[in-house]
């Protein structure tokens, strides 16, 4: 239980902000503007045949140096912190291009080193280019690591675009999940375990806004894309607001953790937490479950899904182990009939019976 006063608090959240189309060709001039000469620069696999040409051509005409190059694959904390003390000391500024990997690598050697950070994803599949952890193995095991806000966040529209269906639908997953974390939360801070921020709730809270009402419900279409881009940012600044991933991962999150661990080709880490959300929304009886469903049905998420269903029998060992990945953390499946009510879910509701078979 928290006994400490409530004080104002400074939040960080990115100086350098730019979302639009043909970003890529324009970072070495906001670099260039932002006097971040000296680069250490960490790419997704097949990041570089994406757009290194354009990348390069832009830090050559503004005079930005790449003084570490790097593809990642291996994101362990213990590769992280070998690296990133071994970078040259004419390290400014730290860029990551691509996926998720590439991104948490990357910001979490600028944490270490205590350099600015700029992120540049390729696709929208969650949103932890905009947050203050990141996901890395620790021990050989998925873990979630305090880190840093980037400094900046840059997205080219042209590339987000050209992403692979799954990238959006799992972007999609992960930001409905905040209807359920926010649920986890609120009851947590009721029952005294957990501190409560109105303002990271209320910034989650519009970020669900503007998936909910401001756009089409076609993942192709360029307003979708936008708002789902906007969200996710959101998303992650107000994880930096409440000082803590409450806003932004519960229940569900727990769930996607444990599928990781006990399934033998785990899904992307949105489809299973969008899949995930829906099945805690129920148990919550959660008065958004109507609107998260409507969403992803609307959008065809949950069509996606059922192209490649869960196996029942791995899902029902995620159920059982997700209230231990993290100790002390309250979430509906805390509850001594979470597990009960999941299965009698999941045999008697059509959508997931689709989904998880």
Known sequence: MYNLPYTNKQINIPYLLKIGNGKICKIGKYLKDKNLPGVALFLGDGTEELV???LRRGFGDNGINVVHGQVVSDISIESITQTAFQLPPATDVV?????????DFAKYSAHLLRLPFVSVPTSTSNDGFCSPTSS???GGRRKTVKSSIPFGVVIDLDIIRNS?????YSGLGDMVSKITALSDWKEAANRKLERYSDFASMLAYNSLDLLFIKHSFDI???EFQRSLITSLLMSGISMEVA??????SGSEHLVSHALDEVCARPQMHGL????????????QNNPSTGGLRDILVKTGFFDFVGQNPFKKEEFLRALRLAPEIKRGFYTVLSEPDSYKRAVEFIDGDEI???LIK
């Open 136 to 138: 890395l193995t620790v």
């Open 164 to 168: 692979p269906p799954v990238f959006f």
């Open 243 to 248: 000082g803590t991933s409450r806003p932004a």
């Open 272 to 283: 299973q937490v969008g899949t995930a959300a829906y099945l805690c929304a129920l148990l």
């Open 52 to 54: 290194g040409a354009e």
């Open 220 to 222: 192709k279409a360029p």
């Open 352 to 354: 997931l019976r689709e």
């Open 95 to 103: 860029v990551g291009i691509g996926g998720g990997k590439a991104l």
